[in-house]
């Protein structure tokens, strides 16, 4: 079954031409989902809505790329998203974006998708590590701030319970509290408890 979607912006009103496009290529004017006045950083909800009605062999028809990504990003996590539910997506401007196995090219575009989105993961991993890195050697503290809300204040104070207590291991206490290690220690700090460097390692069965 042939899908489209349209949308316009906020400066961007006409719907004409998308809509001309899409029910020229076949698409009945029922099966088309149309979103107005969105802005750029927008989540596209009705989109979001209609892919998730969609089924293994239903196609997604829309007339620019910029329809359904503001970046490369959204656009390749949108990709993977198709891919993995087998629902075929084509461009009517760009013919050469088409993952029907009717299109010669369609696996060649699957992996390069699959491969695009690997390396976003890989890149977006490094950069955190990076900053987590360069954080620790200027000194500052990675994890909770010290502005705390009422909740986290009680997180606090139960991890600094817990510590004092000393019948817990750190992850023990983590786990059981529901915090990073990193932000456990903050929490210490923030409730001025010394840290006892055996206590790190002490044995749960003690």
Not at 34 to 62: A, C, H, P, W, Y
Not at 122 to 140: A, P
């Amino acid at each position: 079954m042939l899908y489209g979607y349209v949308r316009t912006g906020l400066y961007e009103k006409n719907l004409d031409l998308q809509l001309d496009v899409l029910e020229r290529y076949g698409i009945q004017s029922e099966n088309i989902v149309v979103e107005r006045n969105i802005m750029f950083n927008s989540k596209l909800e009705k989109l979001i809505g209609q892919i998730s009605k969609l089924g293994k062999g239903d196609t997604l028809v829309i007339w620019r790329l910029d329809r359904v990504a503001n970046s490369t990003k959204n656009f390749i996590k949108l990709m993977n998203k198709l891919v993995e539910r087998k629902i075929i997506f084509y461009c009517v401007t760009i013919p050469s974006v088409n993952t029907s196995s009717s299109y010669k090219y369609s696996e060649l575009l699957i992996q390069l998708f699959a491969c695009l989105y690997e390396l976003q993961k890989s890149v977006l991993n490094e950069n955190i590590r990076l900053g987590l890195e360069i954080s620790k050697r200027n000194g500052k503290i990675i994890g909770a701030p010290r502005g705390l809300s009422q909740k986290n204040k009680i997180k606090a104070k139960k991890c600094a319970k817990h510590y004092k207590k000393g019948k817990r291991t750190v992850l023990e206490i983590c786990e059981k509290v529901g915090v990073s290690k990193s932000t456990f220690y903050k929490y210490l700090e923030y409730h001025g408890v010394r840290i006892k460097r055996k206590q790190k390692r002490m044995n749960p069965n003690s």
